[in-house]
């Protein structure tokens, strides 16, 4: 399987707009805790998927929860030097601010979310 690097980039770019918009104080706070770090791992496993175009979906699928898992335990690392570049709105999106187990079940979620949506994809247009 190849995957199309311009499906995948329009797709990463509506992911991360979904995203920002529900980190506004306009979305409910059930949505804000666990459907951002949902997408977090949808766009993740849509960024892996985009830069290693012929990789099998079960490695991206096994890539992106590591990931996603990683920068969670990375949370509980509370050095003065990483705290510090939390302290930007940008990076603390990306590396969060404090470790919480229920955003492992949502990377989990959203990682099997892109998985899925993968396979189905191909499956149907590849035939």
């Known amino acids: 399987m190849t995957r199309n690097r311009k499906i995948y980039f329009l797709s990463i770019v509506l992911t991360i707009t979904i995203g920002l918009v529900s980190r506004t104080e306009f979305i409910s706070s059930f949505i804000t805790d666990y459907f951002g770090d949902y997408l977090y791992a949808v766009l993740f496993f849509l960024i892996f998927g985009f830069l290693f175009i012929k990789a099998q979906s079960y490695k991206i699928f096994i890539l992106t929860l590591l990931f996603c898992c990683g920068i969670e335990f990375l949370q509980l690392y509370q050095a003065d030097w990483i705290n510090f570049i939390r302290s930007y709105k940008a990076s603390r999106l990306i590396l969060g601010n ?30």
Request: no cysteine.
């Open 98 to 127: 404090n470790f919480q187990w229920n955003d492992i079940i949502s990377y989990t979620f959203g990682a099997m979310t892109g998985y899925i949506l993968e396979i189905q994809f191909y499956s149907k247009n590849h035939k």
